[in-house]
């Protein structure tokens, strides 16, 4: 898939949504998807269709349930595409805000050490999340 279908796909902000939600909380299936969200399940249906289908998240059937999960290479494809693109200086090593460490006003370095920090939960979590996978 192109990288301009790629973003169109992830242009709709609840796309977006399913995706951090996978990406935090491993696999769910769309009537979790659903009732977390707040949309039906038929529309969490169709979103995760077109991530699908554009090679975002996968699903594979266990029983009743299917559960979907983000695909991981896929979204380092993503992160690379943008770094293609990306104006920030960072150049591909994701320390985008770096210039904020040498800001002197608290405020702007508070925010920052907040961002870091609600980051830093979200690996915490996913670790959390992948050490009960392989049990």
């Not at 699903?59 to 999960?69: C, D, H, N, V």
Request: hydrophobic share 35%.
């Amino acid at each position: 898939m192109e990288p301009s279908e790629i973003f169109k796909v992830l242009s709709v902000e609840t796309r977006v949504k399913i995706i951090d939600m996978l990406k935090n909380q491993g696999p769910l299936g769309a009537k979790e998807i659903a009732a977390t969200i707040g949309i039906t399940t038929a529309a969490v249906s169709q979103h995760l269709k077109i991530l699908r289908q554009a090679g975002l998240v996968r699903s594979e059937r266990k029983g009743y349930w299917i559960p979907y999960s983000i695909d991981e290479k896929a979204m380092e494809n993503c992160r690379e595409l943008l770094n293609e693109v990306c104006t920030c200086g960072c150049q591909g090593t994701g320390k985008i805000k770096e210039y904020e460490s040498k800001r002197t006003d608290v405020a702007s370095l508070k925010k920052y050490e907040d961002e870091l920090k609600n980051e830093l939960n979200t690996v915490r979590q996913r670790l959390k999340v992948l050490k009960t996978e392989k049990k």
